[in-house]
């Protein structure tokens, strides 16, 4: 039986065992360090043949459990929903989470960690840092860069070549038409700075 670990039992991590179900794991089991009826990490780390994904929406935190799981020896797996449409070109590192009925587009780079949430659209040479979120219907136009750690909210839309710090919220529904520095918040149409972010690692 082919088994499989996610960690985080809320309901990102729901998501992620139907995705793991069509990916073909037959045995799909949560750890959560909460106080829950779940198994913590610790009560699992001696089970190094189990491969691991991360079911945790928060980017810092899934950044933190990712390096704690790679230095404590398991395999970080990425998990691809059968409906995604990915370029032989694109390439995708550990433990990214494609759901369904995302697109990736040619020579894409999406790095550690990432999630790739429903029906967003990564278009030609975009790059992904690590431990980004991309929210439902986002779509990036070709050749956007967006940094880690940043959270595109659902709905948003980035046009062609822009570049996108770390750390940056875009509020759902934004138009993306200049560069995004570092640790900025900004929503609205065209999206615009409101505040900056709290430093949240990377």
Known sequence: MKSIYI???NGHGLVLRDIAITCGYEDVMFVDDGDNEYPSFKDIKGEKNIPMAFGV???????????????NGFEIVTLIHSSAIISPSA?????????????I??????????????SCVIEHE??????????????????????RYTHIGIGSNVIQGIIIGKNVIVGGGS?????????????GVP??????TSYRGG
């Open 91 to 103: 390439k995708i590192g550990a433990g990214v989470v494609v759901m369904p009925n995302v697109v």
């Open 7 to 9: 960690y985080g039992a």
């Open 191 to 196: 999206a615009r700075l409101i505040s900056s």
């Open 175 to 187: 138009m993306v038409i200049r560069n995004i520095q570092d640790n900025q918040k900004v929503v």
């Open 57 to 71: 929406g928060s980017n810092a935190t899934r950044a933190k459990l990712f390096e704690k799981v790679k230095q």
């Open 126 to 147: 975009c790059i992904i840092e690590d431990f980004a979120h991309i929210s439902p219907n986002v779509a990036l136009a070709g050749a956007v860069k967006v940094g």
């Open 105 to 118: 587009n040619a020579k894409a780079v999406i790095g550690e960690g990432v999630i790739l949430n429903t």
